[in-house]
């Protein structure tokens, strides 16, 4: 995509979120480049953590121009971002916190892919402290979904991963929207922790992407959802020993 490109993919973003362009968030958790190549996934977690009224000046609006101009454009909120309390730090500092790690680490070890070459976004693009701080009954999932829609057509991913499969997470709130339609049997594939004592799954189900193309035609794409980072870290060799043997990325029959 040339400047042109991307500007005009912006301003069709704003568009869709003018409602709540002034609110605290963030769009993409990745740069520019995972939108000029190919790239197999759409790495999504549930919303921008961090405090609204601390982090007020940093707008969803504001996102969106960093985004388009941001230098170099090879980087991804997952290792290039400052997530800590420090009032002051330097880049050494970035990428550090938990989270990040085990995304940087299941992206690696799982999808076999450095995170900055993963396109990223959150579900919600409104920033709450705590998932379950998002608003209830109004119309931001439906605003953000439109958006979501608008990225699967250019992304064109092979698997969108979910950092989350319960109540309330991505991958629940993907089964309910109009972005996607599910066309095949949802699945879910436990696995337990090293101590036995506990299963965790990894879930997914087949959909076809709506497209308006040319030619009329959708594309599938497998949705999967694993625990979300908090749970363990999903770079942990019983985790990839786990994913391993379930092959969720060849297994599941997604085609080219």
Known sequence: MNAGEFKHLVDK?????KPILDESGA??????????????????????????????????????????????????????????????????DNGNSRHQKWVRDFCADCLGEDVRNVFSANAIFKRTKKGVDLPKGTNVDDICWQVHKLLFSKVQPKYIICLGHGSGSPFERLKQKQCLDVVGPHKDEPFKM????????????????????????????????????????LGANWFREAWEKLSPLTKLGVGP
């Open 27 to 92: 769009v993409f958790y990745s740069g520019r480049q995972t939108l000029e190549g190919k790239t197999d996934f759409y790495l999504m977690g549930l919303n921008p953590g961090g405090a609204p009224d601390v982090m007020k000046e940093e707008t969803i609006k504001r996102s969106l121009s960093d985004w388009q101009g941001k230098k170099p454009d090879y980087w991804s909120e997952y290792r290039d971002a400052y997530w800590g309390k420090k009032q002051q730090w330097t880049d050494a």
């Open 13 to 17: 973003i704003r568009e869709h979120l």
């Open 194 to 233: 090293p101590n036995g004592k506990r299963s965790f799954y990894i879930r997914s189900f087949e959909a076809a992407q709506i497209q308006n193309k040319p030619t009329g035609l959708d594309r599938l794409v497998r949705v999967i959802g694993v625990p979300h980072p908090s749970w363990f870290p």
